[in-house]
Each structure stands twice: as C-alpha cells, then as structure tokens.
C-alpha cells in the first residue's frame, strides 16, 4: 500500500517563536502573541482535482497519508469519534460532545488525502455573537438558558465529506396515463329538502406502456463522512459554496481541529446513490410523458464516476443544562446557526393556559352561556341598514338604581313583558344565524313580532322602558331583514 507523505509542517512564528494560527477569511497564519503575519504558500494547483472512483476502491492502489505528518489524534471517551489537531494545540474537550478528552494522544492514523479544504470564514468572536442572536430568538426556552450557554466553549473543527460525480444511464419500464373525462348523472338533495337529478364530470386515466432509457448527470453530491453528527442537521446547515474550496494545506489547520472520515468511500457512494433517486425518477417521468406516469423498474448503471475527499469549516459548542447535553454547529463560511435546544415547560403551559382561556371565553360567548352587559348607546353605527342588529346570546341588561319609592312598580309586574321579549329575540337570533329555507326565515320573522309585541307592552314606568323603545327599533330592522329573505324563496 503506496502512502504519500506531507513534509513536516511547524507554524513558528518569525518574530517570537509562538506559534502561528490560521486567520479565518484570509490566507495567512498570524500569531496571537506579537500580532505578526505569514502568508500561506501557494499550491501547485488552484483547483481541487477529481479523484476516480474505481482506481481508489482497488485497495493496492489507494494513496494514504495523515492530516499532515505532524498531525496528532485521540479518541473522545464519550462519542468515540477520533479528534485530530496540529501540535502544540492539544485534544481538549470534545467538539462534539463536550466531554473532557484524557486518552492518550498519538500520530494521526491514515486517511485517504483529502484533495481540498474549505477555509473558516470568520472568527470565535463573530461565531459567538450568532450564537447569542440565535439565543435571542428561541422562544419558550428557560430563563437560564442563555447565561449558561454562553459560558461553554466554542471549538473549530474540520468536518470530513465526499463529493461524487457520475454519469448514470437508466433503463425504465413503465406506463403512460392520459386523462379524459365522462359525464355522471347522481341525485342529490336541495335547499328545500328536495330530490334532484344532477350532472357532473369525472375524470378517468388511460394507461399506455411505456419504457426507454434516460441519462443524467450529477455533479458535486455531498455525503458527510462523520457519525459524530446528525446527518440530517449537517444537511440543514447546506449550502456550501464548494467553489471557494482551496487545494487541501495542512496550514488551514493550524488552531483548529478536524476529524477523519467515519464513512468509507465505498459506502459514501451507496448513500449518494439513493441521493440521486429521486432526480432519476423525475427524469424518466418526464421521458415518459403524458398526464401522468408510473414507474415499475429502473435499472442503473454508473459511468466515469469521481470522487473528491474534502473538509468542510463548522463551530460547534456542547453545552449541558440540567444535566442534558445540547449541541449547536455554525456553518463557518454562510453563518448560519442550528442546535439543539431545551424547553420551559412552565413557559409552554402558561401559553397553553392563556389560549385555552381565550377558546373558552369565544366558546361560551358563542353558545350563549355568557352574558353581556347591554346599552343602546353602546351599540355601534350600522353602514348598512338592511342588515340585521342581533342581541348578544341570553343578554340581560342592567338596569339603572332607583331610590325607594311608593310608586315604583313592582319588577315582578314591570319586568315580565322585557324579560319574554329579551328571550324571544335571542331565540330568532340564534335562528338567524342558521336559516335557509323559506320556512326556516318565516318561523325567524313570527319570533321577531312576538319579541316587538312583547317589549311594546312595558310600561312607561318601567326602568327598562326606554332601553326597551330602542330594542323594538333594532328588532323592527331585523324583522325587515327577514322579510327580504321570505321575499327572495318565495
């Protein structure tokens, strides 16, 4: 097994002796010490190249090397995914899940090189501010929360992906479906409860054989190589601007860490493989055309793939809260923030309460179990007065003190007319709301009358005698209403 090998790589500092660290947006290492800067030295190539796929699954010809030939690794008690890092940075705490790593360290195991690196595009101060906007923005989360994140660390790290490119021929066979319709006689009932004969179209499919061979490109699938993270999050970190990636230099390492691949290059291939499924079936339905199409067998086979083993930037922060761990990663060149994240459970149940205080409140108003204190100078302006004015749900309206008097009715005597024309007119109100047919509105118009008749019958005495002179107004218009509507079925 042929392994190339990178020439030993020191980053010492010029002018003190420190050590150099990538400066992320730049091409420089500069020194947190003394402020100096070196330019990192150009490759040979500017562009990453494409490796061929068959020529590396043949293990015999595989070209192997570490990171760099000074790169250390260790493994995470924790998470087991394998940390590498460039002397004299050490292992620390693991990036992925926070735990402290004690094992002991040694040269970086082989891995296929990678053929490019996409440099981090901004600082641990920037990726700290997002992290706090993001913070910000999460609702229900517990009021400690935020302080207690902010105190955990925050760690640069290479993440191992496969691109792979193939041109793929697919043979098909399938069917052709083309609509047309036919005409439908059913009955059905009308508004007046009567039996009809209706007509109507219905749409029918004719099926065709159909089968052929469709080729597709793809270019540039991305297939994170990590187990250490949640592949579907890494995919909602997309997209990547694969083409700022520069040859791969060990320098862009230099204060960051970096894991080697998980998933081998064979398997990266059977996961971009079901990738590109769905393309493929879209392709071969539009081969197939018509209205529409199924699809009964697709036969794939693979031409001139090629693959590019590179490493993608992410700030990644493990934090514990209540003795759970959370994770958050930041995709180092777009900034764009996703994590885990714990909830108040006081804070949801107390949104809980107030939307189920609200529904009932709208429930009971609409049922008629809740009364409203009623005003005829309350009532609002009607732009349209051919519009019914209905009384709330079971209102009963106050009436105003009055101080002893001999000659004050009794309410017992007074009331009864009001109180049965307050309920006849919520009856034809609640039966308003529901009428349709001609007698369904007749029926709403008697029980307006009888309300009118009702409320003119309170005496002058009464407390509630003028409240009930403006009732019988409203009501007049309301009956109007519905007499228009009797006119209408008639």
């Known amino acids: 097994m042929a392994a190339t090998t990178s020439p030993t790589r020191r980053f010492p500092c010029q002018s003190c002796g420190a050590t150099l660290e990538y400066d992320p947006g730049s091409k420089d290492l500069v020194c947190a010490y003394c402020g100096s800067s070196q330019a990192i030295a150009p490759t040979l190539t500017e562009q990453v190249t494409e490796q061929t796929y068959a020529h590396f699954l043949n293990e015999k010809h595989t070209q192997i090397a570490a990171l760099s030939q000074s790169a250390m690794e260790a493994t995470c008690p924790g998470c087991q995914a394998s940390i590498t890092f460039e002397p004299p940075d050490v292992a620390g705490d693991c990036p992925f899940c926070g735990t402290a ?38 609702r229900f989360a517990p009021n400690g929360l935020k302080k207690m994140a902010q105190n955990e660390k925050l760690q640069g790290v290479y993440l191992p992906f496969w691109t792979y490119d193939s041109d793929t021929s697919n043979r098909y066979k399938g069917q052709r479906g083309e609509y047309y319709y036919v005409t439908v006689t059913y009955t059905d009932t009308d508004s007046e409860g009567k039996k009809v004969t209706k007509t109507r179209q219905e749409r029918r499919t004719r099926w065709h054989s159909a089968s052929g061979v469709v080729t597709k490109f793809f270019d540039d699938i991305l297939i994170a190589a990590t187990e250490a993270v949640n592949t579907k999050r890494l995919e909602q970190l997309e ?104 909830w108040s459970v006081l804070k949801i149940a107390a949104a ?83 009428a349709q047919s001609l007698q369904e509105w007749e029926q709403v118009a008697n029980l307006w009358i009888q309300s009118i008749e009702q409320l003119k019958q309170v005496p002058a005495s009464s407390p509630n005698y003028a409240i009930a002179q403006q009732k019988v107004q409203n009501y007049q218009a309301n009956l109007n209403y519905a007499r228009q509507q009797i006119e209408q079925r008639q």
């Open 101 to 138: 790593i004690v094992a002991q360290t040694h040269s970086a195991n082989p891995v296929i090189t990678p053929g490019g690196v996409l440099p981090f595009q901004f600082g641990r101060k920037q990726a700290q501010q997002k992290i706090r906007h993001w913070l910000g923005k999460l």
């Open 239 to 342: 997209p990547w601007n694969l083409e700022k990636i520069a040859p791969y230099d060990p320098s862009y390492l230099a204060g960051f860490k970096a894991q080697r691949y998980q998933t081998n290059l064979k398997d990266g291939f059977e996961i971009a493989k079901s990738k590109m499924v769905p393309d493929i079936r879209s392709a071969i339905c539009r081969d197939i055309g018509g209205d529409t199409q199924r699809i009964h067998s697709i036969k794939t086979t693979y031409h001139q793939t090629t693959f590019k083993h590179i490493l993608l930037p992410v700030w990644m922060a493990s934090y514990r809260f209540k003795n759970k761990r959370y994770q958050v990663m930041i995709n180092a060149q777009t900034g764009e923030v996703l994590g885990d994240r714990p």
């Open 352 to 434: 809980v309460l107030s939307v189920s205080l609200v529904a009932l409140v709208i429930f009971l108003a609409r049922t008629g179990q809740l009364s409203f204190d009623f005003r005829p100078e309350s009532q609002p302006r009607r732009s349209n007065p051919t519009q019914p004015v209905l009384p709330p749900p079971n209102s009963a309206p106050t009436t105003p003190a009055q101080p002893p008097s001999e000659t004050t009715p009794s309410p017992t005597s007074t009331d009864e007319a009001f109180r049965r024309g307050i309920n006849i007119a919520t009856n034809a109100a609640n039966r308003t709301q529901t």
